[in-house]
């Protein structure tokens, strides 16, 4: 099993930024894929950012020059830094973690104000 706790998010107008982060634990591999998805009320969920365990990454095309997706292997911990936040953005946003299984975070609500 694993567990994903999640903060950073919050109330920000809109081109400013903000920063997530979602701390992993229980049996964790290196290999995992940790990323975060987002959902808007009425919207289907979709991929905001992933990184593996080796430094891949991929972004959504919607955020992509925007947000910024890193992780922190020795804390087991990914973070994501979103500038240049838009309405649009509004969403609750949940941390992923993929090893054979998918695991969710709780989510944290983002608002971007206009």
């Known amino acids: 099993q694993v567990q994903l706790v999640e903060s950073g998010g919050g109330l920000v107008q809109s081109g400013g930024s903000l920063r997530l982060s979602c701390a992993a634990s229980g049996n964790l591999f290196r290999g995992a894929i940790m990323g975060w998805f987002r959902q808007a009320p009425g919207s289907q969920r979709e991929l905001v950012a992933q990184?593996?365990?080796?430094?891949?990454?991929n972004y959504g095309d919607s955020v992509k020059g925007r947000f910024t997706i890193s992780r922190d292997n020795a804390k087991n911990t990914v973070y994501l830094q979103m500038n240049t936040l838009k309405p649009e953005d509004t969403a609750v946003y949940l941390c992923w973690y993929k090893w054979r299984n998918d695991y969710w975070g709780q989510g944290t609500q983002v608002t971007v104000s206009s």
């Open positions: 990184s593996t365990g080796y430094g891949d990454t």
